[in-house]
């Protein structure tokens, strides 16, 4: 099973802290979108990060789509997302937070990089903008200042976890954390752990097949 994509992707680097954090072993090919386009369109002609190779050869895409897969496949990874009802209402409204301040933080990040400035369009950035701030507030009101959404480490957390890292990363410029006093906590208690540690949000880092107990 092979993961390809950049871990300074927060899509890319949720579907791998899971499956480290699980323990199941996969190989994680780092191309880059933009650098390697060509070996990139090779696996995935559609150009999407994640994609994830499964053993029969399926190629699957989207960090969702994946995780519901190898929930499937492998129970370690569905025993991180509780099964009973509150308790995973709960995860996956932190989990659909996370990924909304994913999508707005690259939308801003791409609109600054990739489009010329005479073409930007400032209603759309502050449309954007405005979507991305909703979303950290909520995060920092909702996440737990002790401890894991439902107990222990789970996907709910990965996904806050690498949704605030890479907005604060790519949009340091753009983005007050001040406002946000509980997120930078509970992302540190995450960093630390050996899961995070192991898939750096960092261009070209390769995670590991395995981490050892």
């Known amino acids: 099973m092979q993961l390809i994509g950049m871990l300074d992707s927060p899509y890319v680097r949720r579907v791998a802290v899971t499956l480290i954090a699980a323990k199941v072993p996969f190989e994680h090919r780092p191309i880059s979108l933009f650098r390697h386009i060509d070996a990139f369109a090779r696996i995935n002609p559609l150009l999407k990060a994640p994609t994830l190779v499964a053993d029969d050869g399926t190629v699957l895409m989207d960090s969702s789509v994946i995780l519901d897969y190898l929930a499937a496949a492998f129970p370690r990874i569905a025993g991180l997302t509780p099964s009973e009802p509150h308790a995973r209402l709960r995860a996956l409204r932190l989990t659909a937070l996370a990924l909304t301040v994913m999508e707005k933080a690259v939308q801003r990040h791409y609109e600054r990089a990739l489009r010329p400035p005479e073409r ?3 209603p759309w ?63 540190a208690r995450a960093e630390a752990l050996p899961a995070f540690l192991a898939a750096p949000a960092e261009d070209g880092v390769t995670a590991p097949f395995a981490i050892a107990d």
């Open 120 to 122: 930007r369009h400032d």
């Open 125 to 187: 950035v502050e449309r954007v903008m405005g979507q991305l701030m909703a979303g950290l507030a909520a995060l920092d009101a909702e996440a737990p200042q002790n401890g894991w959404v439902d107990g222990e480490l789970g996907t709910a957390d990965i996904s806050v976890v690498c949704a605030f890292t890479f907005t604060r990363l790519i949009l340091a410029d753009l983005v007050e954390i001040g406002p946000y006093p509980n997120l930078p906590e509970f992302c």
